[in-house]
């Protein structure tokens, strides 16, 4: 009997104990989830206030508060405006000379003619290049105003493709003090040359010389199509188009007769027949063209 009073004695005591111990694990909880509380809040009070501005826009203001209506208005005091500074680069778009470009022949101003004669050109070329140069001389003979003394066709012959492009980054450090505009233009029959070695020799020189003028050119033509020649032309076309460069476009002025009509098919370009002696080379009619094409073009470089 005393040993199950005792047992059940003892019995009470664990409970006691182990109620005691629940309740101070409850207290402790509630503690910890207050001070976590505390601490959540005062952390997100603190980024509230780094996030807010050391000072609100005096604009901003403006647009916070009423629009007051009761009372009269007043003029308004004026506000100081800032001129805002020019840019310090202007945007242009490419110069292109193609067979549209040949109506404003007739219409250049004398003014004008004469600006563009002072200019000094260059162009390295073979013999597309002297029926270009003989349709220049015969627009001076006719008329003295197209004065083109300064403008210079030097034959530098047919040595490849390659060798034409590099022939124009020597000849450029060799003329650069003489010239003012310098170009090159490449042979209908250099139908495997390389648009990138050609672009990126033009780029070059561009960056290299940025006070020359440089004039990039399309390929010239023959009365057949070359798949060649037009995927050659088409880049030149298509660089000119997202880039500030000059192009006379010698492709597209031959394959358009004098009524504009156009000459192959689709995008096979050939040179209309009529400009032509042999079906590559430019008779006298087709020198005249492209020789006032590049009228046109140095009246556009001379602004």
């Not at 530098?156 to 124009?168: M, Q, T």
């Not at 880049?235 to 192959?264: C, K, M, W």
Request: charged content about 20%; hydrophobic content about 35%; some cysteine.
């Amino acid at each position: 009997m005393l040993n199950n009073n005792w047992e059940a004695q003892i019995d009470r005591i664990n409970v006691y104990w182990l109620g005691l111990i629940l309740l101070l694990l409850i207290i402790i909880n509630i503690g910890l989830g207050y001070l976590n509380f505390s601490r959540d809040n005062a952390r997100k009070i603190n980024q509230r206030k780094r996030d807010l501005p050391e000072a609100i826009p005096t604009k901003v203001v403006a647009l916070l508060l009423p629009t007051p209506t009761s009372l009269p208005s007043a003029s308004p005091t004026p506000i100081a405006t800032q001129t805002p500074h020019p840019t310090q680069t202007t945007t242009r778009s490419s110069i292109i000379i193609n067979h549209n470009s040949l109506t404003n022949f007739e219409v250049i101003p004398d003014n004008i003619l004469v600006k563009a004669a002072t200019k000094r050109l260059v162009v390295r070329h073979a013999s597309v290049g002297e029926n270009i140069n003989s349709g220049l001389n015969s627009l001076q003979a006719n008329n003295k105003k197209y004065n083109r003394s300064n403008w210079i066709f030097q034959n530098r012959g047919n040595p490849g493709w390659k060798a034409k492009i590099d022939d124009l980054v020597n000849q450029t450090d060799i003329q650069t003090n003489e010239r003012d505009v310098l170009t090159m233009k490449l042979c209908y029959i250099d139908t495997d040359a390389n648009w990138d070695y050609y672009r990126i020799a033009m780029e070059g020189l561009m960056k290299q010389y940025p006070n020359k003028i440089f004039v990039w050119w399309t390929m010239p033509i023959m009365t057949t199509t070359d798949t060649n020649r037009n995927k050659f032309n088409a880049n030149v076309r298509a660089y000119a188009q997202s880039h500030q460069i000059i192009l006379f476009d010698i492709a597209d002025i031959e394959s358009h007769d004098p009524t504009g009509r156009t000459s192959g098919t689709g995008d096979n370009e050939a040179m209309y027949g009529g400009y032509s002696v042999d079906g590559g080379h430019l008779n006298s009619e087709g020198s005249l063209r492209v020789a006032k094409g590049i009228w046109v073009l140095m009246t556009k470089i001379s602004g």
